[in-house]
């Protein structure tokens, strides 16, 4: 197992790498033969040629008994060609003392240029790789893979040659620009509370879980009782308070998780999109954002798209049915339909106002004039594009607002086509050609009982544009009542037995008449 160890603090230096000085004179001997005591009194105690030669000593150290290894320059390639042993060496060493992992602690350790990719990618080619793991594929003295002919002061020059250009080019860069801590104020992220520096919040999900483990320890040797071999209670119940813990970890690194995939950490963009969608819109995508969690990135937006577009055709489908519930049957009357809608409820606000009988004594803002709704996309791709609608709604942005027929509070309209419709005869009923609304298209599939009326009968509802089930309705109690009088009914009865337009009871009147239905009074 692998120990890892805290990075003493020291002075920085000019170059990275480990640096030995003797402990007699200081004199640096991190190039040059050094004498090791290797005594278990002595840690790492080093001293150059001329002081061991003299028999100098300071400390524990005694040279006279203490025993000792002569550490030469291993600057040769063992396992890679750019790579000597000393390197190697100390790339074990900074493993061992940071952790693997930490490669810009271990290429800091090692020096001589090396950078913290450069140690990474060797360290897995040459140990992680190799068919002998975890020994290099080197690892057998016999066996050096032509490595040791290369002449050691060719590997110095080169490894010169290295560390030179490296100075070079760190001499040359410029120093990077000054920037701004990564803390938790509004500055530094548009979330706050957010800490970017440290990936995390200041409240977290569940964030007084570490108070159940903070004053928890765990002694070197507890948990297995000597006598009976088995876990003690009381280790048993830290162990699960730990795994709980771990838990809650577990949950939080998940939120984090679907907020840094989904992108809920750039709030000023999310709500420059959300400005752009209606309320419907920004309701619907709210419910539907803890299913976020569920799904990646790429399948929520497919998501979120396939809701909205079933809003939309839901909103399409409302619409179009209160349009053929009053009697439109094109795109463009629909339009109009909505323009009237608006201007009669403008309209109606101003006569209740006019209507307040303290309206002369108080002062009343005039009302701000309600724009006309906009219409779902979908039934805007088939209005003429001439229409106001249709240009409000983006689709013709160029044109220009035509005058078209003015229309009173209630929706009449008053072009010449609406006062003056032109009628004519054709069979037992009067016809009506013209006008500001056209016949109604009966067909079996949106009129199902329309088999049961004539073709004179099916002519008269198309166009007084009546289904023929409320037809039916009406015929019944027209003829009911006509046998109670001796099969005579006048029009003014026939208008008091049915509660509908006066106009159509007449005409269906007319229609019975001259059918011989009933006898004209």
Not at 376 to 386: G, H, K, M, R
Request: hydrophobic residues 30%; glycine residues 6%.
């Amino acid at each position: 197992m692998t120990v890892i160890k805290k990075k003493a603090a020291n002075t920085p230096r000019a170059e990275p790498g480990v640096r030995y000085h003797c402990d007699i004179c200081s004199v640096e001997i991190t190039a040059t033969v050094r004498i090791r005591c290797a005594h278990p009194a002595c840690t790492e105690y080093d001293l150059c040629v001329p002081c061991f030669t003299s028999g100098a000593q300071s400390g524990n150290h005694n040279c006279a008994t203490h025993p000792y290894h002569v550490i030469e320059q291993h600057s040769v390639p063992i396992f890679d060609p750019d790579w000597g042993a000393d390197e190697e060496l100390l790339l074990l060493e900074g493993a061992e003392i940071y952790g693997l992992g930490s490669w810009a602690d271990i290429a800091d350790h090692i020096g001589g240029g090396r950078d913290k990719e450069e140690v990474k990618q060797h360290y897995i080619d040459v140990y992680v790789n190799s068919s002998k793991f975890p020994l290099p594929e080197l690892s057998d003295p016999n066996d050096m893979g032509g490595l040791d002919k290369i002449p050691k002061d060719e590997f110095q020059a080169k490894k010169k040659k290295r560390i030179e250009s490296k100075k070079a080019t760190v001499n040359a860069s410029p120093l990077p620009p000054k920037q701004k801590p990564t803390t938790s104020g509004p500055s530094c992220h548009e979330v706050q509370g957010y800490m970017p520096g440290r990936l995390e919040f200041e409240s977290e999900f569940d964030n007084d879980g570490e108070h159940a483990v903070a004053a928890m320890y765990f002694e070197p040797g507890d948990g297995i009782n000597p006598v009976t071999g088995q876990l003690e209670p009381e280790t048993d119940l830290k162990v699960t308070v730990m795994d709980i813990y771990n838990s809650k970890l577990t949950q939080r690194a998940l939120r984090k998780r679907v907020m840094f995939e989904h992108g809920l950490l750039e709030y000023r963009k999310n709500q420059a999109i959300d400005k752009k969608r209606s309320k419907d819109e920004r309701d619907l995508l709210n419910k539907s954002k803890p299913f976020a969690r569920l799904m990646n990135k790429r399948d929520y937006e497919e998501f979120s798209e396939g809701l909205v577009r079933e809003l939309m055709l839901r909103q399409a489908v409302s619409q179009l049915q209160e349009w053929r519930k009053n009697g439109i049957v094109s795109f463009e009357g629909g339009a109009n339909y909505e323009m009237e809608k608006v201007q009669r409820s403008n309209t109606l606000k101003n006569a209740l106002g006019n209507i307040d009988r303290l309206s002369h004594r108080y002062s009343k803002a005039t009302p701000p004039v309600e724009p006309p709704p906009p219409l779902n996309p979908l039934i805007t791709a088939s209005i003429d594009p001439s229409h106001p609608l249709a240009i409000a709604a983006g689709k013709n942005p160029g044109s220009s607002l035509s005058p078209g027929p003015t229309s009173n509070p209630f929706g009449s309209s008053t072009s010449p086509a609406a006062s003056s419709p032109v009628t004519q005869k054709k069979g037992p009923v009067s016809m009506v050609v013209g006008g500001p609304w056209q016949p109604l298209p009966l067909t079996p599939e949106n009129a199902s009982d329309l088999h049961l009326l004539t073709s004179a009968e099916q002519q008269l509802c198309i166009n007084l544009r009546m289904k023929p089930k409320p037809y039916l309705a009406v015929k019944e109690q027209l003829l009911k009542e006509a046998l109670k009088q001796g099969g005579v009914l006048k029009k003014k009865t026939a208008r008091e037995i049915c509660s509908i337009d006066v106009n159509k009871i007449s005409r269906i009147h007319d229609f019975f008449v001259a059918s011989g239905w009933i006898a004209k009074p």
